[in-house]
């Protein structure tokens, strides 16, 4: 795929406890979740080359049964291409489909690493939570 490349440039950005968990993307995983029309990939293109990527995950929330939500499991635009408006373009393009598809709600993960929440604020989402995570061992 022509995006997999990015995938350790990405991994090598935000990933979790680098020095202990290496990149092992379960493709099979992601595979299921399209079978059942629940994945939802965007690759960004400049003069016909992928510079960036994002995707998402669907479901019904368990304590809405009628809210149907879009979880970003991950947004990556090459370092070159940064700052100059693709990321936001990216967003409003996934924002725009999925609105189009019946989604009501688009929640993002933002790892502390690389922090990017400045433009969802500017495009009006609000932080709902805060995660916390350990590697037991």
Known sequence: HEVKPMFDLNFNETGQNPDKLSLNVDY???AEYEALGALFFFVCRVDGKAIGYCMFVTLKGGHHKDLIVALNDVIFVLPEFRK?????HLINFAE????????HKISWEIRTQKDWSPILKK???VQEAVIYGKLLE
């Open 123 to 125: 495009k009006g989402y």
């Open 84 to 88: 100059n408006g693709i990321g936001t």
């Open 28 to 30: 099979q995983k992601y």
């Open 96 to 103: 725009n489909h999925m609105k189009g598809i019946g989604v």
